[in-house]
């Protein structure tokens, strides 16, 4: 059963400036997948940025506390990310995540560009 992310919302944005990503979940949506968004910026691996467990509690890398914030509506089959304050070291691709068990499931990724 294959759950289909579809990412949006990137861009480009000075130093200090906010973006917001939405991930539009469909196909096999359970209410109880973990959610998440990851990014990876050229030359590195893939990193955990937020998640959030199906109760909402949030998790966030030390690198983004307190300036990003991930929420999910699991009636509209959706996930967002808030990202404000934002540092030219944020530019990556942004890739949102559901986890179901041992099943995984990653979007196509949207380019967040942070320069000014």
């Known amino acids: 059963q294959v759950q289909l992310l579809v990412e949006s919302g990137g861009g480009w944005v000075q130093p200090g400036g906010s973006l917001r990503l939405s991930c539009a979940r469909s196909?096999?949506?359970?209410?109880?997948?973990?959610l998440g968004w990851y990014r990876q910026a050229p030359g590195k691996q893939r990193e955990p940025v937020a998640t959030m467990s199906s109760g909402g509690i949030p998790s966030y890398a030390d690198s983004v506390k307190g300036r990003f914030t991930i929420s999910r509506d699991n009636d509209k089959n959706t996930v967002t990310l808030q990202m404000n304050s934002l540092k030219p070291e944020d530019t990556a691709v942004y890739y949102c995540?559901?986890?179901?068990?041992?099943?995984?499931?990653w979007g196509q990724g949207t380019q967040v560009t942070v320069s000014s």
């Open positions: 995540h559901a986890q179901r068990f041992e099943d995984q499931f």
């Open positions: 196909g096999s949506v359970w209410p109880y997948d973990i």
